[in-house]
């Protein structure tokens, strides 16, 4: 124990030590470019698009890796990317980035701001980046630029990856499905690192060690009932009423099945039936959402949803041929930051954060319900990875300063007033130059 506690301090000391060496060289080359930074975010907040429809961005984020000297290879996953460099012998670690937006509409005044709608299978929608992922790729743009234009700071080989469908909990395993490792022959990182918009102040970070984040499952329920005219719900059987029913019982597995020392969610995102004001439709479709920190509490919200469907279904006399059924989609498990990666990354941004009461960690910053697929990268390699994954800042200090005094954040994720402060971008460049640093240089 005290040989991996001297192991430990020895690496710690080295990461900061290395910070503060090289902290002048990262902010000129991140002053450099801030201009052609700013511009990409502001190009991709205005452009965003939905999960496996990120077309566009993954092509600018191609052409631009590709500039630096990037191998790069591109549609993993549908519209994923990955782009290597190797640079003499040392760790395989790999950077990601989300690409895809919301089908949010989009409510701040910027003048670049979304104003974008997309026509879907089933639906129309605006779309706009309210949960930061534009940040997210132009700051994996500013990283790898500084990476290939100084080779002197590392050795080994850098993988930076473009994601689809973070929103979906789909984009990761996509790329891993679709051979990421063994069709494209992309290196199996011995680290991989990522980070997260928040709504908190420009100059702060989340660098928490343990479990961050919850697991969760996204799939769809369909009630079936008999259509029919509105004025006789009696010739019927009535596929809102069910659903409608069902959206209420589903709460009940929260507050009377799961331990109340647990925490869960169960969230129904969206309620789709019939068209007309005078028509019973033949179907309701709703869209679920589970959010969890165990395997026993996920299998208790499934089976129990199962149930309340099944019963629902029983006491309008369904035909069992026509009892709801399930279609699972996007699943993950909870994100748990490996314990030493993330201490050696929160002591390499000690010398940028500067004031410690902004560089927040487990004990300040509780896990969340938040969840992430970003972990699926390397969740099924032989090569067991650590991960970090950390969250930046990126509300305008004075902004979010007023909002702390009324008890509140100045917007939230997923919400059409959430907004990347243009301060954000240089500042989470120069995390994320720091934090990626640190990773390859820990070992030292």
């Not at 496996?52 to 092509?59: D, P």
């Not at 179907?283 to 920190?293: G, I, P, T």
């Not at 699926?376 to 979010?400: M, S």
Request: net charge neutral; proline share 4%.
């Amino acid at each position: 124990m005290k040989r991996t506690l001297l192991a430990l301090g020895t690496t710690l000391i080295g990461a900061i030590a290395f910070a503060q060496n090289n902290t002048t060289v990262i902010e000129q080359a991140i002053a450099k470019d801030n201009d052609k930074f700013v511009a990409i975010f502001k190009d991709l907040h205005q452009n965003p698009e939905l999960g496996f429809h990120e077309t566009r961005t993954a092509g600018i984020a191609a052409k631009e890796l590709k500039s630096y000297g990037y191998t790069v290879t591109e549609h993993i996953g549908k519209t994923g990317i990955a782009a290597v460099m190797k640079n003499g012998n040392g760790p395989i670690v790999m950077y990601r980035a989300d690409m895809d937006a919301n089908a949010v509409k989009e409510t701040t005044n910027l003048p670049y701001k979304s104003t974008k709608v997309v026509e879907l299978a089933d639906a129309t929608t605006p779309v706009g980046h309210m949960c930061g992922h534009d940040a997210h790729v132009t700051w994996l743009l500013a990283t790898a630029k500084f990476f290939a234009e100084h080779k002197d700071l590392w050795k080994g080989t850098v993988i930076f990856i473009g994601q689809p469908a973070e929103e979906l909990i789909e984009g990761a395993r996509a790329m891993t499905e679709d051979g990421l490792y063994t069709k494209y022959g992309i290196p199996e990182p011995d680290y991989l690192l990522g980070m997260h918009t928040a709504p908190i102040a420009v100059g702060m970070v989340i660098a928490g060690s343990g479990v961050r984040n919850a697991g969760t499952d996204q799939f769809d329920v369909t009630f079936y009932g008999i259509g029919g005219h509105g004025s006789t719900p009696n010739l019927t059987k009535d596929p809102v009423v069910m659903a409608a029913a069902a959206i209420m019982q589903y709460q009940a597995i929260v507050s009377r099945a799961i331990d109340p020392k647990h925490a869960a969610v169960i969230t129904v995102g969206s309620v789709q039936a019939g068209i007309d004001n005078n028509v019973i439709p033949a179907s309701a479709l709703l869209k679920v959402n589970l959010r969890w920190f165990n395997e026993k509490d996920r299998k208790t919200m499934i089976e129990g949803i199962k149930r309340i469907n099944d019963g629902i279904a029983y006491a309008y006399n369904m035909d069992k041929d026509k009892y709801p059924t399930i279609k699972f989609k996007g699943w993950s498990y909870p994100l748990v930051n490996d314990e030493q990666l993330t201490n050696t990354v929160r002591s390499a941004l000690k010398p940028v954060i500067k004031n410690d009461k902004l560089l927040l960690d487990e004990t300040m910053i509780p896990s969340s319900m938040g969840s992430e697929d970003f972990h699926h990268l390397v969740f099924d390699n032989t090569k067991k990875a650590a991960y970090c994954f950390i969250n930046v800042g990126v509300a305008e200090p004075k902004r979010f300063e007023e909002a702390i005094k009324k008890g509140a954040v100045p917007f939230v994720n997923h919400n059409g007033n959430f907004e990347v402060d243009l301060s954000a971008i240089p500042f989470g460049s120069k995390v994320g130059i720091t934090s990626l640093l640190a990773v390859f240089n820990r070992a030292k």
